[in-house]
């Protein structure tokens, strides 16, 4: 993962709730083995409508998209989040996420930021009387800037997402550290193991 | 030691680290794989050249893209098939167990699980899916990941998580006749909403709970993700100790009954704080269904579909006309009246032995309106089996629903099985979200009874309607 410090670049305006990551990318993009190339399906239905939000000229490159609530709930799909980076995205704001999106943008660097839904309405309101607007995210700083409008809101995220954002740690490394402490925890577990229960083929093996 | 809930329990049995201002460091007893989560996380093990930690707590299975055409018919889709060659491949070079299309051990990861008595009470499981929820009802720490935490978990068996808060959902009373483990489910996601749940596992407690099977059990726990919660549990009593007593998972004799003695162990003690309570009283719920396309837009059977002014909130008020003009209706318009083109009997939500007995019961000596297609996919091969040794396929067969292979079928449409555009489905699955079934189709989620009957009447009707 890339370390994130500065975002800046225009918004989108999605002024939906419930925005679920069956609508983000349908499931017909989810035979893919790649983890590349999902951005052409991203919201693909809604896309069709010519009056869709993202198929506006003037939100064209945006790269923060601004959401209603409950961004990202449903399917555990992490492709909604390769779609939303594929496309350009790197940063979304809503008032609330889902649980799973929320932790599968943070492992690619995604950032999310929670706002109350009345600043996101205030940026609906920015960005939308000019589509060109600079929006900038500090994740150092934790704060999101509209610096021409003289807006800014401070965001919470949790140190330790905020840390890996900024060092562009991975996961596996960090946890691959704790080798010693996993292996002792498996020494004293006693919990059941799939050992023995299967043949090579899959059949059970009886009696167990 | 203070009175823990069920969750600590199973939390603090697994914490293999919690360093101060990280996320704990977690332990994962049992990791569930199919196709579509997990070629991504192979891919990147192999990228970075790490193995899978423990194959013996792996175990991986076929069912999201999987047609359930007759097993001798090919995978037509060659992206499909490609993604289940991917699993064959990545299981085989990982020495993971894998059952493919067709296996006897086949089915839909989260049905599989507990009928092979993998799934146990005190584990941690996880799956890159988010219905792995369903395992809680075997008081089983379960939750759905991302593919890069599947890529976790096969390189570490752990994984990083931020605790979450507790909730106790408490049915009280006893729920009428009629009104299936599905309604009550629907009622859960109703009362909470969908982002209600989020940040909390929840334990489903009450009479109304407890008097379920497990296969009841396993409905409710399947769509606490639908409230936003990604995971539900259920305590351990007896009817879970008789569930997995002889499953191939699990030892037998004295050697079973010890387990059994410890999982006895796994339910909150009395006394235990939970951080949010909800009571829902079973006496008032109905058959139901949801009219909507987000699963806590729920309504009654002998309901109307409502109406934007039903709401003050501006949001909802949006939010309910946007999903009206999706589906295709009017306010005020009788359920009973909404004709449908297509039922759709499957799921992990609804696929399990006990769920096509019970839509049998009422397709038995009845036919299928001429309007609509009726389908029928058991949750697995293990249940395809038991079904077929009771005779219900045939029961299906003659009163013209198709009985299909096992997979998730209908639920996504990954598969061949979707819907067209504008076409309406009374369907077992979990989630109503638009296009979910096919593009442009229009889902209705119900219990297998009121699919049922719903198939028999060529409109919403529950099992009375069709008997009278
Ligand atoms: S049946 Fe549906 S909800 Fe369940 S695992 Fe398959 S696709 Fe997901």
């Known amino acids: ?93 809503a008032p609330s996420f889902g649980d799973i999106f929320r932790n599968n943008a943070s492992k690619q660097g995604l950032v999310i930021v929670e706002l109350g839904i009345t ?45 890996r954002l900024l060092n562009g740690w991975d996961d596996i490394s960090l946890t691959l550290l704790r080798e010693d402490e996993i292996s002792s925890y498996e020494a004293t577990s006693d919990a059941p193991t799939l050992q023995g229960l299967f043949d090579q083929d899959g059949h059970v093996v009886l009696p167990h | 030691m203070s009175a823990q809930t069920l969750f600590e329990k199973i939390w ?59 097993l001798s018919t090919p995978v037509n889709d060659p992206i499909s098939r490609r993604q289940l060659e991917a699993l064959d491949e990545n299981c ?39 219905h792995t929820s369903t395992h809680g009802a075997f008081a ?12 976790h978990v096969l390189a570490t068996q752990s994984l990083p998580q931020q605790r979450p808060k507790t909730m106790a959902v408490t049915i009280v009373g006893e729920a009428p006749p009629g009104v299936t483990a599905k309604d009550l489910v629907l009622a859960i996601v109703a009362t909470l909403g969908t982002g209600g749940g989020a940040g909390y596992v929840i334990e489903y407690r009450g009479d109304a709970i407890t008097n379920l099977s497990m296969e009841g059990r396993m409905t409710i726990c399947n769509m606490s993700i639908e409230a936003g919660a990604r995971a539900g549990l259920v305590a351990v009593d007896e009817t879970t100790i008789d569930y997995l007593r002889g499953r191939p998972g699990v030892p037998s004799g004295a050697a079973f009954e010890e387990r059994a003695q410890h999982w006895r162990t796994y339910l909150s003690d009395s006394g235990a704080i939970f951080d949010r309570e909800v009571t829902i009283d079973a006496a008032a719920l109905t058959p139901s269904l949801t009219w909507g396309t987000n699963p806590a837009q729920v309504v009654a059977l002998d309901g109307v579909i409502p109406s934007p002014d039903d709401f003050d909130d501006v949001d909802q008020r949006g939010v309910t006309e946007r999903a009206l003009a999706y589906m295709g209706l009017t306010p005020g318009l009788s359920v009973r009246s909404i004709p449908v083109d297509v039922v759709f009997i499957g799921s992990c939500t609804n696929s399990r032995i006990e769920d096509l007995r019970a839509a049998a019961q009422v397709a038995r000596g009845n036919h299928v309106a001429a309007s609509v297609r009726a389908l029928v996919v058991p949750g697995s091969h293990r249940v395809k089996r038991q079904a077929e040794e009771e005779g219900l396929d045939k029961i299906f067969l003659a009163a013209g629903f198709e009985w299909r292979e096992p997979g998730c079928s209908m639920c996504l449409g990954m598969n061949p099985d979707q819907l067209l555009p504008g076409q309406r489905c009374a369907s077992t699955s979990n989630r109503n979200f638009e296009g979910r079934q096919g593009r442009g189709g229009r889902t209705h989620l119900v219990s297998p009874t009121v699919a049922a009957a719903t198939a028999i009447m060529g409109r919403f009707a529950s099992p009375n309607d069709v008997l009278s």
């Not at chain 2, 993971?96 to 009470?121: C, K, Y």
């Not at chain 2, 379960?142 to 890069?148: E, Q, V």
């Open chain 2, 92 to 130: 085989e070079e990982f020495g993971i167990t894998l059952f493919p299309r067709g296996h006897e051990n086949q089915g839909i990861v989260h049905v599989i699980g507990p009928e092979l008595g993998v799934t146990q009470p005190g584990m941690t499981i996880v799956c890159g899916d988010s």
């Open chain 2, 140 to 151: 089983a720490l379960a939750f759905g990941i991302g593919t890069s935490e599947v890529e």
């Open chain 2, 12 to 70: 603090d049995q697994h914490v293999i680290a919690s360093p101060s201002g990280e996320p704990t460091l977690l332990y994962i007893d049992l990791h569930l794989v199919h196709e579509v989560t997990s070629p991504q996380a192979f891919d990147g093990l192999r990228l970075s050249n790490r193995s899978v930690r423990r194959p013996d707590r792996t175990l991986a299975t076929a069912d999201h893209n999987v047609p359930t055409d007759p």
């Open chain 1, 1 to 93: 993962m890339k370390p994130v410090r500065l975002l800046e670049g225009t918004a989108v305006p999605l002024e939906r709730s419930d925005v679920d990551t069956d609508q983000i990318i349908p499931s017909d993009w989810l035979k893919r083995v790649e983890r590349t190339g999902f951005g052409r399906g991203l919201f693909s239905e809604w896309r069709d409508d010519q009056e869709f939000v993202l198929n506006r000229p003037e939100y064209f490159g945006a790269t923060m998209l601004v959401a209603g609530p409950r961004f990202g709930t449903g399917s555990s799909r992490e492709h909604a989040v390769w779609a939303l980076m594929d496309y350009g995205f790197t940063a979304i704001i």
């Open chain 1, 119 to 163: 600043d996101v309405e205030s940026l609906w309101t920015l960005v939308k009387a000019d589509p060109s607007l600079l929006v900038v995210v500090d994740v150092e700083r934790l704060c999101v800037e509209v610096p021409s409008a003289g807006w800014e809101r401070t965001f919470t995220l949790d140190s330790m997402t905020r840390e």
